[in-house]
């Protein structure tokens, strides 16, 4: 008796509500007779996809499932992305997408192992990532010090910037992590004569969303 307490624990712990993780145990068996979800809006960012629909009403429904698959042509391969097991819930948000991409959804409704017909497909486009900081240039301000300054980034939800640097043409490191979208300077002390240094600063944003890296700027001291 009690491992089957346990069993149904560790199962019901691989349904969620609301959350955007795989979910693929629970099958189902077609129900066409089951009411399904509707009509669904879309709300998209460059990061996530948020979806509202109504409120089922059907006292039999016990849930919804999510459905998401690649591209808009790619409607066969449709994986369950999320269940929802409250006939109330009216909202999901999926956060496991990537910027300036297509994908296809479709919401089915669910009671005691048999869910309803898939819903129409709704296509969406992710947000394009926001453009690169459009200047940084280094000047050498001391004999064994560098100061860099870029051009604020326009898109107000940058809250800090990324500054990279690579010594001699080596491979890009970090070097520091500056606050603020209006601050748009760096002092670099950690530098000596007889070597070359470019910079590149990467904006990112209050979700953690990077941009592309600017154009780099090189100086030799």
Request: net charge positive.
């Amino acid at each position: 008796m009690k491992k089957s307490i346990l069993l149904y624990l560790v199962l019901a712990s691989l349904i969620v509500s609301g959350c955007g993780g795989i979910k693929g145990f629970m099958t189902y068996r077609t129900d066409a007779s089951l009411q399904g979800i509707g009509s669904v809006h879309a709300l998209v960012t460059m990061n996530s996809v948020g979806f509202e629909w109504t409120k089922i009403e059907n006292k039999n429904v016990h849930g919804i499932n999510i459905y998401r698959s690649n591209g808009v042509e790619n409607t066969q391969n449709f994986k369950r992305i999320g269940t929802i097991g409250n006939r109330y819930a009216t909202h999901f948000v999926d956060t496991h997408v990537k910027e300036n991409t297509e994908y296809s959804y479709t919401f089915t409704t669910f009671s005691s192992g048999k869910e309803s017909s898939l819903s129409e497909t709704l296509y969406v486009k992710t947000e394009p990532a926001f453009f690169a900081v459009s200047f940084v240039q280094a000047y050498a301000v001391a004999p064994t010090v560098i100061k860099l300054l870029w051009k604020p980034h326009s898109n107000l939800s940058v809250n800090a910037y990324i500054v990279q640097r690579s010594v001699d043409g080596a491979q890009w490191k970090f070097i520091s992590h500056v606050e603020g979208r209006l601050m748009a300077e760096y002092i670099d002390t950690f530098v000596r004569r007889g070597k070359s240094y470019s910079y590149r600063i990467i904006a990112q944003s209050y979700d953690k969303i990077r941009a592309k890296p600017s154009q780099a700027t090189k100086l030799t001291l």
